[in-house]
């Protein structure tokens, strides 16, 4: 199997995960908020100085249902984790086609 | 695993970003001269799995939920360097896009979820390739504990830098973080073993050289 076919593979594993399977996600706190609040310093909490309210929480708010909203955001995510490794992994890659010239020149 | 703004002090937070930022200079460098290009869509593809998979919370004892960290996955498939290099683009991604993980906290949380899980996790991962014989149980055992290690370890720095910062006493913080991701580190054994297994299946050459086993 072609390095491209399976990553089409992982790629659509991935959406289904973020698309739909997160629906279904434990709504329980996770191990750092669990110690949060019994320890008593969960509200110690800030936001963060950039604070996108488009999808904050891994939801959509432009969509008017919530279960799609989630679905949505999980999408748009790994898209955006998708270009953006891409888009570094062919910079990385790119310096070193560059310097090869540069040493075919001199 | 995601620590918000607000749980670390200056004197923890700085220094966190400042280690995580070098680490990544220099694994990118890494990168740039191991990368082959080829690889470059599984690694961008991977990525997203990853994401994917930790917005999949599954239940663990006492109310608690946990979710895959991924590091030590991406580092068996993509070598360590792309790998830490992976988990800092998601968690940066998280923090950004959906304010999971504070933004003075996004070095402590690469430092916890994909230095330490990916660098510590494949040093014990080679480690062991070394010490066992060549067969597909030897793998699976060398992926599951490296991969429980690293996210247990990476909780106990989590937990450390939470007591540093004075929030919590540091017994407490490491007690507390330890226990709950002794048990979040099964799922991440088992999810590491299933996906690895997987990929190996269709492609057994995969698999970096130092680490096949």
């Known amino acids: 199997m072609s390095i491209k076919k399976l990553s089409f593979i992982v790629l659509l594993l991935a959406l289904l995960c973020a698309g739909l399977l997160s629906l279904f996600a434990s709504q329980s706190p996770d191990g750092l908020e669990h110690v949060a609040d019994k320890q008593h310093f969960a509200t110690a909490q800030r936001d963060p100085p950039i604070k996108l309210q488009l999808l904050n929480e891994y939801e959509l708010s432009l969509l008017p249902n919530k279960t799609l909203g989630r679905s949505a955001a999980g999408i748009i995510g790994v898209l955006v984790v998708l270009a953006v490794t891409l888009s570094w992994g062919k910079v990385l890659t790119r310096k070193k086609e560059k310097s090869n010239k540069d040493n075919m020149l001199t | ?213």
């Open chain 2, 1 to 213: 695993m995601h620590i918000p703004d607000g749980f670390l002090s200056p004197e923890v937070w700085i220094p966190s970003a400042a280690i995580s930022l070098a680490v990544s200079a220099w694994a990118s460098r890494q990168v740039r001269v191991e990368l082959e290009p080829e690889k470059i869509p599984l690694m961008g593809v991977m990525g997203a799995f990853v994401f994917a998979a930790q917005m999949i919370n599954f239940p663990v004892a006492g109310g608690t939920s946990g979710h895959l960290v991924g590091a030590l996955l991406l580092a068996v498939l993509l070598g360590p360097h792309a790998a830490v290099l992976i988990m800092a683009t998601v968690l940066t991604v998280q923090c950004l896009l959906f304010q999971d993980g504070g933004l003075t906290a996004l070095g402590a949380n690469i430092l916890n979820m994909g230095i330490v899980p990916a660098y510590g996790g494949w040093v014990i991962y080679a480690s062991l390739g070394k010490l066992l014989p060549a067969s597909k149980s030897a793998r699976q055992l060398a992926i599951a504990l490296s991969a429980w290690l690293g996210v247990f370890f990476g909780s106990l720095l989590a937990g450390l830098e939470l007591g540093l910062s004075g929030i919590v006493s540091t017994g407490t913080a490491l007690l507390a973080m330890g226990s709950v991701h002794a048990l979040i580190g099964l799922g991440e054994a088992a999810i590491s073993v299933m996906v690895v297994n997987f990929l190996y299946k269709m492609r057994p050459d995969l698999l970096l050289k130092q680490s096949r086993i």
